[in-house]
């Protein structure tokens, strides 16, 4: 209590200061907002009277000339005036703006023009006036252009005046003055050309000003009825008689007075909560650094332990790891990564409620392995890792593997329903196959792809040769992107023929990789790479739109129409845009949809039916053909195909190979000619090698074939040669 109490004052004089710099602040903020607000508006100030004294310039600067012009003439004419009226009339016509233009020799207004409504300044003394007087001489003096105003006219109105001396000989020693050319320009009708009048009725303030010659004194010209602030933009009007200069202003008094007020009592009101705050925090700080502490500790298990399983998760495993390892350094250890064989189909067909719980039952299991010096942690989805701590030699990892396999094989039971798993195991040992926590899970989880494609639910540990083998594959990888960015691909195109006509109608187009080191490189050899790295779509498009520019330049080049089949891999059947991109390329080309086919195999179809039916009905009825491909090696049922727009079934040349000596493939052959022709599909034999076989075919009512007995897959320019079919003996072949 006594510690409290002393800490109490402190904690006040604390919060004051706190208050005190937080309301400056706050003073300070809503001040620099205030002075942004002004510099703003003192911005688009800059930018309206711009505009609007751009309007008054070229308006004044035309007016004022025609003085001048006016003056050049009587001096051109040497001082003869008959001419006025209609060079006026002209000049006011051509110029605009101008009220009237006046002539008065020795200073006295002689001829105006119009006449009408301005007779009665004939005769004034425009040079004699007191009031006139000292700017008419200092012009006069200097022999250059002036202005006058604003001038109360005898006439009536307001008027801004420019006038001209004129000397006739002008620069001989003859010269002599003659009198004043003067333009008039009634201010009323000069502001009515701007918005300064509206500008005033929407609160704006505005003046319009030039310098006395004599005296520089500022002369308002015109100016709103209330008088400029202290926020205001000038700009100059450069003018044959000089610089006028027109302003514009407008009051923030009261926006002004409103932020600032707002800003303060808000400062004041953050500041006072923000130091009761910051004292109630001074005054409790055993219980806050309890309560940090506590919080300290929540979030560092939220950051290092996997919420579903309750193991360490990767992020403990990096931090960690080192430490363990330098502690572990005079021992043999292993690192064990292994992922669920074949989780994912539990997730997509049971749900990821189920998928959770058998996670969470698999981290159980894994546990109870585990012995005082290892290490179980979820490295996140369906994968784990197990660094077994102290062991003597690989046969000790070996058994720990075992042990693992054994574990995750044992029947999971769930809801009274029993799951069966497997799991591969990649191993590295440490410190033989890396120190590092990089290098030993890149080397497991190289070995983990090996124990995968020899087949799953076992382990492999890590060599050198993995190395190498992912080294080359990452070699191939790179080799294939570059093949698709440097267009090495061709197409070959194998014949597609009609068993009763002889005739070829038809082909299948074939991608070949023509590599710039390894040649010619056939689609088994690159086609599931590109499965695996996705780069199978893109491949996909490159025969796509090369297939359709190929069937364009032969409708250019005049040559027979055929049926071109493209073979399309499951990605692309789940590409949202495919039906799109498809249409588009046709349209590109000219291509009819007629020309194509589609070969989807059995396998591509299954993997998500109801998708793959809703698409290929798209594209049929677009009059696409849609054929079967490999047809009796998948699994597909009579009541899938019937359901689907198919027009050919492919028949798998494993059944047409042994069709002369083996009875079931025969009977295998003839059913699915049958059943198709039922559904009123038409079928194509592959890998017709013999006459033999195209004589059985045909008996069997197969529509089409295909295969080396015709022709292998050959090139474009081979197969525009369209070479006819010869028929020869089994015995020349």
């Known amino acids: 209590m006594k510690e409290a109490k002393l800490k109490q004052p402190s904690a006040i004089i604390i919060s004051c200061i706190a208050f005190c710099i937080i309301a400056l602040f706050g003073t300070y903020w809503t001040q620099s907002t205030n002075d942004s607000i002004i510099d703003q508006q003192k911005s688009f100030l800059h930018g309206l009277s711009r505009t609007q004294a751009s309007i008054l310039e070229r308006r004044l600067s035309s007016a004022f000339t025609s003085a001048q012009i006016l003056a050049f003439e009587v001096e051109h004419n040497n001082g003869d005036n008959e001419w006025f009226e209609e060079y006026a009339n002209t000049l006011i016509q051509s110029i605009g703006g101008i009220e009237n233009l006046q002539l008065a020799p020795d200073g006295i207004i002689e001829k105006i023009y119009p006449l009408e409504g301005n007779a009665s300044a004939i005769g004034l003394d425009v040079v004699s006036m007191p009031r006139l007087r000292e700017e008419a001489m200092l012009a006069i003096k200097d022999k250059r252009l002036f202005a006058l105003g604003p001038v109360p006219l005898v006439q009536g109105g307001v008027a801004v005046i420019s006038r001209a001396p004129i000397f006739l000989y002008r620069g001989t020693q003859r010269e002599i003055f003659w009198g004043l050319a003067s333009a008039v320009i009634y201010l009323d009708n000069l502001l009515e050309a701007t918005q300064l009048k509206q500008l005033e009725n929407e609160g704006y303030q505005y003046s319009l000003s030039r310098k006395y010659a004599g005296t520089n004194e500022e002369i308002i010209l015109s100016s709103s009825f209330t008088p400029l602030n202290d926020i205001q933009a000038s700009t100059d009007l450069i003018l044959p008689v000089g610089t006028w200069t027109l302003s514009i202003s407008k009051t923030l008094d009261a926006q002004l007075t409103a932020r600032s007020i707002t800003g303060y009592v808000i400062s004041l009101l953050v500041a006072f909560l923000l130091s009761i705050a910051l004292y109630a ?59 669920l064989d074949n989780f994912k189909r539990i997730n997509d067909t049971i749900g990821h409620d189920v998928g959770d719980k058998v996670l969470a039952l698999v981290a159980d299991r894994l546990n109870k392995l585990k012995g005082r010096s290892d290490l179980v942690v979820r490295l996140g989805g369906d994968e784990f890792g197990i660094l077994i701590g102290d062991i003597n030699d690989q046969k000790e990892a070996e058994t720990h ?44 989880d190289m070995a983990l792809y090996q124990a995968k494609s020899k087949g799953k639910n076992q382990f492999s540990f890590y060599t050198e040769k993995m190395k190498i083998s992912t080294h080359n594959l990452i070699q191939v990888e790179d080799d294939l992107s570059q093949a698709l960015q440097e267009n090495e691909f061709e197409l070959y195109f194998q014949p597609q023929f009609d068993l009763k006509t002889n005739q070829v ?40 739109e090369n297939s359709i520019k190929y069937l364009a330049k032969r409708k250019q080049e005049g040559r027979p129409n055929i049926l071109l089949h493209i073979n399309l891999a499951s990605k692309q059947l789940c590409d949202p845009h495919f039906v799109t991109l498809v249409q588009e390329l046709l349209i590109r080309y000219q291509v009819p949809a007629t020309s194509i086919a589609f070969e989807i195999t059995e396998t591509s179809i299954l993997e998500d039916i109801h998708l793959a039916r809703d698409l290929l009905q798209k594209l049929k009825d677009m009059g696409i053909g849609i054929a079967i491909d490999d047809f009796g090696t998948g699994y597909s049922s009579l009541a899938q195909l019937k359901n689907l727009p198919v027009d050919l079934l492919k028949i798998d040349r494993s059944f047409v190979t042994d069709l002369e000596k083996d009875p079931d493939d025969r009977k295998i052959v003839e059913a699915i000619i049958a059943m198709a022709h039922k559904l009123n599909i038409k079928v194509l034999a592959e890998g017709i090698e013999t006459r033999a076989q195209w004589k059985m075919l045909a008996a069997f009512q197969c529509d089409f074939g295909q295969g080396f007995y015709v022709s292998k897959a050959v090139t474009e320019d081979e197969f525009n040669q369209g070479l006819p079919i010869v028929h020869r003996d089994d015995a020349q072949l």
Do not use: C
């Open 281 to 339: 925090i001074l005054i409790q700080p055993l219980r806050l650094r309890k309560l940090v502490k506590e919080k300290t500790t929540e979030l560092q298990q939220l950051a290092y332990q996997d919420p579903l399983t309750g193991l360490p998760n990767r992020r403990y495993l990096q931090d960690r790891l080192p430490m363990i390892l330098y502690s572990n350094q005079k021992r043999i250890s292993a690192f064990i990564y292994f992922d």
């Open 401 to 444: 593997a075992n042990k693992i396999l054994e574990s995750i094989r044992a029947p999971l039971k769930m809801d009274t329903k029993d799951y069966i798993l497997s799991t591969s195991l990649g191993i590295a040992m440490i410190p033989e196959h890396g120190y590092d926590l990089v290098t030993i899970m890149q080397n497991a």
């Open 505 to 544: 109608f038809g082909a299948e187009a074939l991608i070949r990789w023509n590599h710039p080191q390894k040649g010619l490189i056939f689609p088994n050899d690159f086609i599931p790479l590109a499965e695996n790295t996705g780069q199978v779509v893109a491949l996909g498009y490159w025969v796509l």
